[in-house]
Nanobody
């Protein structure tokens, strides 16, 4: 059973960079059967897909976030990370990392609340 755990600061100041890490256990992020996503949910809104990193390390981003988002990985730690630059209060959300199979998230982390505020 794969488990995912998000970690990172819960409070980020406007204009700074939000950095989150997802630690994966019970499976490898290099497994070619899966890809690994970041998804968020702002308060009162629906889920927003931000981007994905594949088992070979290639990435793809939502057009909504592409200009200020980077997803990377550390295979030695079985982790993948999100960086969201130039944040504003509108980036306040619960951020989730997920495992994806056939383009469908099949396992989710518990989510981490990130608030953007001065």
């Amino acid at each position: 059973q794969v488990q995912l755990q998000e970690s990172g600061p819960g409070l980020v100041k406007p204009s700074q960079t939000l950095s989150l890490t997802c630690t994966v256990s019970g499976g490898s992020i290099t497994d070619s059967n899966y890809a690994w996503n970041w998804i968020r949910q702002p308060p009162g809104k629906g889920l927003e897909w931000m981007g994905v990193i594949a088992s070979d390390g290639s990435t793809s981003y939502s057009p909504s976030f592409k200009s200020r988002t980077s997803i990377s990985r550390d295979t030695s730690k079985n982790q993948f990370s999100l960086q969201l630059r130039s944040v504003t209060p509108e980036d306040t959300a619960v951020y989730y990392c997920t495992k994806q199979s056939w383009r469908v998230p099949v396992d989710w982390g518990q989510g981490t609340q990130v608030t953007v505020s001065s």
